[in-house]
C-alpha cells in the first residue's frame, strides 16, 4: 500500500488539479492536507479580507473532498517542512505532491522543502494548476523577461491550452488518519464584524467559483468587450477571488468559455470571449513580471523612479484615511473606496480611477494604495495588485504614461453616466440630478437647494483641487522623465 499527502495551498478544487490527480495516479492511498503558516509568506501574509475568503473556502473544500472519501488534515505552524514531515511519519507516505506558487518568498521557501523532502527519500513534486504559461517558459526573442504585454501575449496566447484534468469520483484515504485542526481553531474571521457584506455577494468554494461563472456565461460575456468598463453593469466574471485561491483555474475557464462559444450560437460571442481570455493573459502577465522582477511589490521596476518626489508621510496621514475611508469628496473615488471596504472587491475601471488619484493628486505613494488593497480586497494577489499599482503609477511595466492623469470626473460621466454606481455608493448626493453627481461642488447653488444638499455638511467638499493637483503632479513627473536608460530591478 503506497500513500501520498497532496499539499493543498491556494488549490482549493478536485477538478483540474495536476497534484490530486498526479498523486491518484501513482498511489494506493492519498491523504489531502493543509498547512497554515502565514508567516512564511511575510512580508505578504494574507489581509484581513483574504483570511476571510481562505476560512470559507476551506470549509467548502474540505466538505468537497469528504464526500469522495477523504478527509482534509489541517495543521498550523511557522515551519511547513517540519508539520509535513510529521505527516509523512505519521502515515508512512512515500510522496507529497503539490501545486506551485509564484510568490518570492513562497517560491524560496517551496524549494528548499522540496529539496529537503527529496534528501529524505521521499518523491517530493510541483505541478502547475495556475497558469496557462510558467513564468520561465517564455523569453523575448533577446532571451529577455517581456515588459510589455501585447508581445508577451502574442506569444503566451497562441500555445495550446492543455486539456482540464477530470475531477476524481473517490479517494482513497489511510485508514488511520492523523489528528488536526478545525477550520474554526486558524480564527480567520475577522472578531469586529465588518465582513457581513462579504456574505450576500460571495460564494467561496469549487461548487460557487462554477456557479459564478455560470452567471457570467448566460449574461455579461455576451456584452464583455463593449460594458466591462460599466461599474454599475455586472458585465464583468467577478471570478479574480476564486482564480486567486485556485477554486477554478485559467485552463478550464479558456476550454469551458470556448466550448460555449461552439453551443450557443450568439452573435459577436467569440469576439467577447476572446477578450476575456485576454484578460485572464493580463493575470499570466502579472505573474510573469513578479518571477523576474521579484523585489516589485515595494520598489519600482525602473530605478529613476526611486527618486519620485512623493509627499511625506506626515504630510497626507490625513488625505490617506480620507481615500480609505471613502470620504476624498470625489464621488468616483469614494464610491470605488466604499464598494471595496464593504464587499472586498473594486470594478477594475474604478481601481484605476482610484489609484490615479491617490498616486497623482494626492501624490501619495503607490506602495501605500498596494497595502491597503491588499488588506482589503478578497482577491488581493501580490503578482496583479503589483502590476496594477505601478501600472497606476505610472512607474511599471507597459505603465500609463506619466503624464496620463485620469480626470475622475470626466471618468465618472463616461462610465456611470446616469450615476447608478454614484447612487447606490454615496447615498448622500443621490438626490442631485444626473449631471451634477460627477462633480456636485460644481453644481449652481440652486441645484443644491432644490436638492436639499449642503456642500461640506452633507458630504465632504474634494480634499484637493483636481486641476491644481494635476499641475502638481505633472511638475512632479517632469523632474524624472527624460529617456528611460535605467535598466529595471532584477
Ligand atoms: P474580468 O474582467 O472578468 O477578468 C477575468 C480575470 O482576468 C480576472 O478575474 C483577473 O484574474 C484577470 N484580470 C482582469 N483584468 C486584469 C488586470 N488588469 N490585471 C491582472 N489581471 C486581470 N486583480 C486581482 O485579481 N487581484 C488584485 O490584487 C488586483 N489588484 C489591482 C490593483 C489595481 C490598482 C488595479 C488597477 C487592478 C488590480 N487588479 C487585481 C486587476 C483587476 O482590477 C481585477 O482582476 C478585476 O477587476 C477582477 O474582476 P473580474 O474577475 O470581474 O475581472
Redesign the pocket.
Known sequence: MSTALVWFRRDFRVADNPALIAALAAHDQVLPVYIHAPDEEAPWQPGAASRWWLHHSLTAHAARLAAIGAPLVIRAGRDSLAELRKLVKETGATAVHWNRLYEPALIARDTRIKQALRDDGLDAESHNSALLVEPWELKTGGGDPYRVFTPFWRNAGARAVREPLAAPKKISAPKKIPAGLGIDQLKLLPTIRWDDGFYADWTPGEAGAWAQTEAFCSDGAAHYKEQ?DLPAQAS?????PH??FGEIGPVQLVHHTRRLVGERQVKGLTGNIEH?IR??G??EF?HHLLFHFPTTPDQPLYPKFAAFPWRDAKDYANDLRAWQRGLTGVPIVDAGMRQLWITGWM??RV??IV?SFLTKNLLIPWQE?ARW?WDT?V???LA??T???Q??AGCGADAAPYFRIFNPVLQSGKVDGEGVYLRHWVPEISKLPDASLHAPWEAKPAIWLAAKFSPGQDYPKPIVSLSESRERALAAYARIKGPDTSSPLL
Open positions: 466591462r464583468t466574471s467577478r471570478l479574480s482564480l486567486h476575456f484578460e485572464l493580463w493575470r502579472s470594478h477594475n481601481r484605476m489609484a494604495g488593497f480586497l482577491d488581493a494577489s496583479q495588485n502590476l496594477g499599482w501600472w497606476s
